[in-house]
Structure formats: C-alpha cells, structure tokens
C-alpha cells in the first residue's frame, strides 16, 4: 500500500496503466453494503450494490452518464459472465440510475465512503490535507472536500445548496477526518478564528492565506515583513522550478517573533508567513505577492524545519485544483454534465471522487489511458477492484 503517488518513467512502469503494481481493492464490494437502499423491496430488480458496482465499473471505462453507463451494462454481459457471473445479468437502464441514485441519501453515502477511502488511504507523520470548495456546475450544490497532498485521496467531502456557507460544512469535514499529526491548508476564506482553534484542539496543524476577509491582519503581516523590525527571527526558502520553458521562483519568509504574535492577538499561531512567486514564461514575468498564518505542531519539526515546512504546504495545497478538481472537470466532464435532478449530481460526484481515489491509490499514470485500457480489456478492470477475487471466493480483504 502506498503512502505517495508516484509516476516512474515509462520505461519503468509495470504497465501502460500502472507506474507499480497495484494490490486489489477487495473491500470495495463488501463497503458497498452499508448504503441503505431507499426503494421498497417490492418489484426491486437490482439490488443497491449491484446498481452502485456497476456504475463505478462503468466510470473507471469512461461512461459519464446515465445513458452511458446503460450501454456499457449491455456491452460488457459477456466480460461479466465470464469473470465475475455475480454481476452478469443485470441491466440496469438510465431511469434505474437515475431513480436510484436521485433518492439516495446524500450525507450517509459521503460518510461511507469517506471512512472506506480514508481506511485505503495512510498518510504519512505532516502530510498536507488540502481544503476547498467546489460549485457542481448548474446545479446550485457546493461541495467542500479535504484531499491528501500526497497520497492524493478525496478523504472526505460535503456538500451545502447554499453559497456561503462552506464555512458551516468546513469545520464538518473537518470531524470526519483525522488531522492530529497532518497539516490542514486551505484559502482565506477559512482563515477564521473559530476553525482554527477547531484544528488545533484535534492536535492538527495549519497553513492559512490571508487576504481582504481578514483586513487588518493582512495588513499587519505585510507591513512587518516589509519593515522587519528584528531580522533574526525570518528564515527563508527559496526554490527554482523550470517546466517547458517556464521559469518559477519561490521565496517564502516565515517568521515566528513572539512579539509579533502576541500584538496580532490569534490564539493557536506560532508562525506567519510571506510569499512572493515570479514566473517568466515567453518572456513575460509576473509576480505574485501574498501572506499567511501557520500553526506548525512541535513534533512535526523534528526532521524539518518550519519554513520548508510551511513551503511544501503552500505548495501542495494546490495539488487540489489539478489533482481533483481539474480531473473532475476535463477528465470526467463534470461542468458538462447533463444530471440536475435530486441527489443525482451530487452521488454522482461522489463517485468520481471514488474513481480519483482508486486511480491515485493504483498509480494510474493518466486517467483517460486508463479508460481506454479498462474499456478494451475490463478483465483487469475486475482484478484492481477485486471483484475477480470476490468471483473465486478469495477472502482476502484489504
């Protein structure tokens, strides 16, 4: 099991889907029974986690929709009779998707989910959990979701019908994960007394961007770093990165003067930080100015520094907008989505989230080859989930 994601060469990779070798997914099948199933039994024809098995098969070959995920159930009877018969003759049409997954409950299917991916995901001693918020394109639902930095796992998410307030299903999420030892980040809009100490007394940690919601504590911060009274309490990092021709310069100053953090008067900081990135690409250079606060616990320290720990967490806080929200959105169509009705949006969210998961747990090298190569030879698609496993009456649960 693997505590980082890693894409080797791919000369080096154990397939063209695969940088290394993953273990089956045994538990899958088995997690998928904690849902209730909100129909009657009457007249029921599928039950619940065949109909949810079958749409994430369905999404892992690259089928979207309703309708999609329909076809690929009649395409692949022969794939399913022959590796796993527990599947096969089951036919689930788009009104069946759509029936079920608009009346499912929203909130137990989150944590469900949320516990099993966490149980599939370890995090190491520090690692960062990245925080934010997401708009299901059409729908007015917003989702707030905590993403490991490195283990690049949707740990948890929620979801609220009302802008503004990802402040209220912020400090949730945050209940329904572990942060004790780990480094939460997130924008300035959670850059809030009340969620802060909400982290702090669960043992975690912080890195917070600070901007015009907090006016007068940005300002504070700016002014001391472009005026620094005592320069012996900033320490510095500095990193170069150059990919296709462009040119990124990191230098970020942190600061932990106790003065400083007395006059600011925010309970749980222990440093503050300042960041300016310049990128110069095709000749043009831009320069991006900001500020921030950071509670680093003690005992993450032992092996690091607070500024190259504060840097890797600003920096990998941003590992959400490519890792998942980017693949929602280009990989999964999820802004050109055409689901609106009910719970429907917001399950089906769920599980891309589950697929992103899975894929980043198994080291899938590019999302859209692993549809094609899941789509052309499902037989290893049934393996990674482990449902072949289950098929020869394997017992093995991971």
Known sequence: MLSQYIVLPK???????????????????????????????????????????LAILALCCGSLSYLAMQEWCENYQDALVAQVPFLSGH????????????????????????????????????????????????????????????????????????????????????????????IVTADAL?????????????????????????????????LFFKDPPCQNTITTNTTY????????????????????????????????????????????????????????PEELLEEVSPVEKIAEAIRGHWGIENGLHRQRDVTFNEDKGTIRKGNGPQIMATLRNVVTSLFYRGTVRNFKTAFRRFAAKPEELFFFLGLSQIAAGGNNKI
């Open 11 to 53: 000369g080096l990779s154990f397939s063209p889907v695969f940088s290394l070798k993953p273990e089956p997914v045994t538990t899958l099948w088995y997690m998928l029974h904690e849902i209730p199933d909100p129909r009657r039994a009457q007249g029921r024809r599928h039950s619940l986690p065949i109909v949810l098995t």
């Open 91 to 182: 036919l689930p049409n788009a009104a069946t998707f759509h029936r079920v997954f608009s009346r499912l409950d929203e909130k137990i299917v989150e944590e469900v989910f949320g516990a099993w991916i966490q149980s599939l995901t370890p995090l190491k001693k520090g690692e960062g959990i990245a925080l934010d918020g997401k708009t299901l394109h059409g729908t007015g639902i917003h989702l707030v979701a905590a993403f490991a930095h490195q283990a690049r796992g949707v740990l948890f998410e929620m979801g609220t019908d009302t802008k503004g307030k990802e402040l209220v299903i912020g400090p949730q999420v945050i209940q329904n994960i572990v942060v004790k030892d780990r």
């Open 190 to 222: 959670f850059s809030q007394r009340n969620f802060c100490s909400l982290i702090a007394t669960r043992g975690g940690g912080f890195v917070f961007r600070v901007k015009e919601n907090q006016e007068i504590l940005e300002k504070e911060i700016r």
């Open 241 to 296: 990165d150059h990919w296709k021709g462009r040119v990124e310069e990191r230098i970020v100053r942190v600061t932990d003067d106790p003065e400083l953090l007395s006059y600011l008067g925010w309970e749980h900081i222990t440093h503050v930080w300042y960041m300016k990135k310049e990128v110069t690409s095709k000749g043009k250079t831009t320069v991006e100015e900001s500020v921030g606060i950071a509670r680093i």
